[in-house]
């Protein structure tokens, strides 16, 4: 019975090898050791165990007739595990001699080191009226002088008062990491599931909804040999946990998920208020950040979460993460559908996230943080009351508040779209509100069509041509305020400049002095973009003016920042760094961390200007990260450009390649294809200075081919071309870099507001006619 109960070594077993490391390490030791395998059902504990007893350095120390398997879930009491150690070890017992008196007296007089390995211990640790005991026992073999144990089980610490040294984290072993699970997957499904983007798209979306826990990976690829993965993924939304079993043997806690995660819940013995908590629980996919402060908040105290929450605990179905109560994604998902959560219950969890919201810091670079811990229960609840046909007015003024947080756009997009859907009757301004809120996420997620799309929906409804009220001249201007963002993003600035003029008129008609400005504003960046620098700070100054008149600081620093941006384009480095980093003090002090970021990666450039490398590294490197906390794709791509261009001046070519290349994919994949062309430029360039002609001819013909369908654009044709020419002159092909000089020239010329660089092709066209007579 113990033999057919002990299962061998998995022959795939992805990602565990430092857990296996610091077990053997353990055991490896000197003095007896006291190894504990935690975590959830599913997490793969026994395979754990079993792989670290078959490594050779514990069979070295242990032998093989030294080393005890003992699966746990079948003995119910100390009696029966005493039976099983005597069983699996071959003590004879003699006349008259107990059961663990034969079994101390072997422990006692073993002359070698011993190791056991209690499976499953939550079995007979669980059966209450047995635990005295089973403590018992298990305590006096820890305190035998050569034996060593290892004990997996589900909860949070091993039984008894006995020092055990945990793998993994507060937790227990954690799941897999994302590449890991999906390299099980593929490993389990075998060579059915063909790599490709489409493929590694699916398995990464449906590890993603199991959580990254190994059996639930197992058993939905054994799926996959008879199934697409398409189907797979329907399987999962349709059935979920139901799917996750294998068909062809008998239930058990290695072949089913469901069978597994109820092992758990019988531990709780039928106890309602913890089978309540636990249907609650299910219902956060964030689970209860600072769960100590946060629970009672959340529920009513009636369910006495605190005492229920360790019980819980004790089982594994929930666990502690940094202070916050969490559930692994396949145990809510079916907690959910054996307990759905209650309609009260969803009342209480909505009233508190409408009133975290209303709480949260109006310093966004605070709130964010406090958000992030919380945004999938706060989209989760939302979406269920609208579902329900309630609380439309508080799920808008969530919208409302969440519209601050860029990094949450996706979030509140969803929640738009439902409220929108599920209320065709709601009012006129609440509708173009939202509609105008979605123009404006979309424009920023890179879905440009489909945000100039949105505006025109709202656009039509109003007659500009006829008599309009202040409040029509308003919507009116923040249409064309969003079209302005839409052509300035795909660097049509002709038409950008018209949509600015057009809201800067309704704005005045409107008396919105702040939208004026902004739109003021927004006017001198694209005059910046087109290198006309004194329309451009003319255009600042006013905006600032303007902004400084009805008291926004937000305004004025922002008018700071873009005259700094004009300094460093004018290689006024000094006073672009004081304008520069009094303009980010003040977006810090403010909480905006996009505009403090903006002017994180202006500094790092003017600090690459100055050749204070290290000072540019470190500053872009702050930019950085916090462009990935709001995930602003654009701003990462621009650190990613910057620091390719700090790696080459500090001729670390393959660095330089690697971030331009990197920030090339980032532009091309939110449609941004100047700056993608501006990348492959940069690659030229970087090529030709390491003697890699062919590729460097390969980047700067991709960057004019880009660049040819934004005839505008004449400085950055310009210094392509210009750079084009030195690859050519440096190949001693000097017909064609006379050439690429000459167009260089003319492209500057015609700009008319770059002299500076007609005078750098000139003294290239020079260079040539030198070499030539060389």
């Known amino acids: 019975m113990i033999a057919s109960a ?39 504990k026994t395979s754990l165990a079993l792989y670290i007893i078959e490594n050779p350095a514990v069979k070295q120390k242990f032998g093989e007739e030294r080393s005890h398997f003992l699966p746990c879930d079948i003995f119910e009491n100390a009696e029966a595990l005493t039976q099983g150690l005597i069983s699996i070890m071959g003590i004879m017992l003699q006349e008259g001699q107990g059961k663990q008196e034969a079994l101390f007296d072997h422990l006692k007089a073993t002359q070698h080191d011993l190791l056991i390995i209690f499976d499953n211990f939550e079995t007979p640790w669980n059966n209450h009226s047995s635990r005295i005991d089973i403590r018992n026992l298990v305590e006096k073999i820890a305190r035998c002088e050569r034996v060593s144990i290892i004990v997996t089980m589900r909860g949070p610490q091993g039984p008894g008062d006995i020092a055990w040294e945990a793998l993994g984290d507060e937790s227990g072993i954690p799941q897999l990491s994302p590449a890991t699970a999906n390299e099980a997957f593929r490993a389990f499904a075998g060579p059915k599931v063909e790599s490709s983007e489409t493929s590694d798209s699916l398995i990464g979306q449906l590890m993603y909804e199991l959580d990254y826990v190994p059996l639930a990976i197992k058993l939905s690829a054994y799926h996959a040999r008879k199934v697409s993965l398409y189907s797979l993924t329907e399987m999962w939304k349709n059935h979920k946990t139901g799917m996750l079993r294998d068909a062809t043997t008998q239930d058990s806690r290695s072949t089913s998920v469901e069978f597994s995660i109820n092992l758990s819940i019988q531990l709780l013995h039928e106890n309602k208020d913890s089978i309540q908590l636990l249907s609650i629980l299910s219902f956060l996919p964030n689970g209860v950040p600072f769960w100590e402060s946060n629970l009672n908040k959340m529920i009513s105290k009636s369910v006495q979460p605190d005492s229920k929450s360790i019980m819980l605990l004790d089982t594994s179905l929930i666990y502690i993460q940094r ?48 958000l992030q811990l919380h945004i999938n229960n706060i989209e989760k609840i939302f979406k269920a009351q609208l579902h329900n046909g309630h609380s439309e007015i508080s799920c808008i003024s969530a919208v409302n508040i969440l519209d601050r947080f860029t990094r949450f756009h996706p979030v509140s997009l969803s929640l738009i779209d439902l409220i929108l859907e599920k209320n065709k009757n709601m009012k006129k301004d609440d509708e173009v509100e939202l509609k105008l809120k979605k123009a404006k996420m979309l424009r920023w997620m890179g879905r440009l069509q489909d945000a100039e799309a949105q505006v025109m929906s709202v656009k039509k409804c109003f007659n500009e041509e006829g008599v309009i009220s202040q409040s029509e001249a308003d919507i009116l201007g923040r249409c064309f305020d969003i079209l302005r963002d839409i052509y300035y993003s795909q660097n049509q600035y002709e038409k950008a400049i018209n949509m600015s003029l057009q809201a800067q008129k309704y704005f005045k008609q409107s008396e919105n002095q702040w939208a004026q400005a902004n739109s003021m504003s927004w006017l001198g960046s694209i005059y910046y973009m087109q290198d006309r620098y004194k329309e451009a700070f003319e255009m600042f100054s006013e905006a600032q003016q303007l902004f400084e008149q009805i008291g926004n600081e937000l305004g004025v620093a922002e008018c700071l920042r873009k005259v700094g941006d004009i300094y460093l384009m004018q290689y006024k480095i000094d006073e672009a760094i004081k304008i520069m980093s009094d303009a980010q003090k003040q977006f810090q002090t403010i909480g905006n961390q996009m505009q403090s970021a903006e002017c994180l990666y202006s500094l790092g450039e003017l600090y690459r200007m100055q050749k204070e490398y290290d000072e540019a590294t470190e500053t872009i490197m702050k930019a950085r990260e916090q462009s990935e906390e709001i995930g602003d794709k654009e701003g990462v791509a621009k650190c990613l450009k910057i620091l390719g261009k700090i790696y080459t001046a500090q001729t670390q070519f393959d660095k330089a390649v690697d971030m331009f290349s990197n920030a090339q994919m980032q532009y091309q994949d939110i449609g941004s294809i100047v700056e993608d062309a501006w990348c492959y430029q940069y690659l030229g360039r970087t090529h030709w200075l390491q003697g890699q002609y062919e590729k460097g001819k390969e980047a700067f013909t991709k960057a004019l081919e880009l660049l040819k369908e934004f005839p505008g654009e004449k400085r950055r044709i310009g210094y392509t071309l210009l750079g084009f020419g030195r690859l050519f002159f440096t190949m001693k092909d000097f017909p064609e870099a006379r050439r690429k000089f000459e167009e260089a020239r003319d492209i500057f010329a015609s700009h008319g507001q770059l002299g500076r660089q007609v005078d750098s092709c000139s003294q290239a066209l020079a260079d040539i006619e030198e070499a030539i007579q060389q």
Request: glycine share 8%; proline share 9%.
């Open 6 to 44: 002990t299962p061998a070594p998995p022959l795939v077993f992805k990602g565990r090898n430092d857990l296996v490391n610091q077990g053997v390490d353990i055991l490896c030791r000197k003095a007896p050791s006291f190894l504990a395998i935690l975590g959830a059902g599913g997490m793969g």
């Open 323 to 370: 202070e916050g109560l969490r559930m692994l994604a396949p145990i809510r998902e079916y907690i959910q559908s054996q307990s759905p959560t209650s309609q009260e219950i969803k009342d209480q969890l909505e009233r508190f996230y409408s009133q975290f919201l209303e709480d949260l810091p109006e310093n966004d670079m605070e709130a964010q943080p406090k």
